[in-house]
T-cell receptor
Framework: AQKVTQAQTEISVVEKEDVTLDCVYE???????LFWYKQPPSGELVFLIR??????QNEISGRYSWNFQKSTSSFNFTITASQVVDSAVYFC??????????????FGQGTELSVKP | EADIYQTPRYLVIGTGKKITLECSQT?????MYWYQQDPGMELHLIHY???????EKGDLSSESTVSRIRTEHFPLTLESARPSHTSQYLC???????????FGPGTRLTVL
């Protein structure tokens, strides 16, 4: 069965520290997508990144970077030089099989990041 | 940037009332979804739709119902609200060939 595990329930850092959010997934499919979403206190989910299972290149977007490793079934998210505005709950998600037809996402439990000034 | 709207943003209502949560998107996305989420917790899919006249139940059993008469509109209805329905309800949409799901701002429902 498909499953996403975010083992870190809460993380607290001081501003300007680097922080890595872990995501481990389980799937029998060879083709799938992985996602990260941010949920600030306002409540809406903000799409951050989508990664194809065939593309293991790491990606960097400003202070955000993602490390995808199929060998360990992990898709970790690093924030460099964290800021107070990064405080949010972050969700990792996996697309369900037959993604072209279904498109359902399986979400992890979320990691609450608190960045203190 | 996605354009998906939900109304109301906040709703406090008494037990037994019928309510409809509205969700609209202006992107022409075929697929739409409803999730239920307790604050800071994981999301549970309760309904989804592949397109007009298509509705499916999600992974979490829900007493709510949905309809999809127009592409852009995917309302969720609770015939008789109960305190156990108190939660946040998030609507999302995506293109047919899976792209990211884009989420609305959510409706925080409190049933007294």
């Amino acid at each position: 069965a498909q499953k996403v595990t975010q083992a870190q329930t809460e993380i607290s850092v001081v501003e300007k520290e680097d922080v890595t959010l872990d995501c481990v997934y389980e799937t029998r499919d060879t083709t799938y997508y992985l996602f990260w979403y941010k949920q600030p206190p306002s409540g809406e989910l903000v799409f951050l990144i989508r990664r194809n299972s065939f593309d293991e290149q790491n990606e960097i977007s400003g202070r955000y970077s993602w490390n995808f490793q199929k060998s360990t079934s992990s898709f970790n998210f690093t924030i460099t030089a964290s800021q107070v505005v990064d405080s949010a709950v972050y969700f990792c998600a996996l697309s369900e099989p037959n993604y072209n037809q279904g498109g359902k996402l399986i979400f992890g439990q979320g990691t609450e990041l608190s960045v203190k000034p | 940037e996605a354009d998906i709207y939900q109304t109301p943003r906040y709703l406090v209502i008494g037990t037994g009332k019928k309510i409809t949560l509205e969700c609209s998107q202006t992107m022409g996305h075929d697929k739409m979804y409803w999730y239920q989420q307790d604050p800071g917790m994981e999301l549970h899919l309760i309904h989804y739709s592949y397109g007009v006249n298509s509705t499916e139940k999600g992974d979490l059993s829900s007493e709510s119902t949905v309809s999809r008469i127009r592409t852009e509109h995917f309302p969720l209805t609770l015939e008789s609200a109960r305190p156990s329905h108190t939660s946040q309800y998030l609507c999302a949409s995506s293109e047919w060939k899976l792209e990211a799901q884009y989420f609305g701002p959510g409706t925080r429902l409190t049933v007294l």
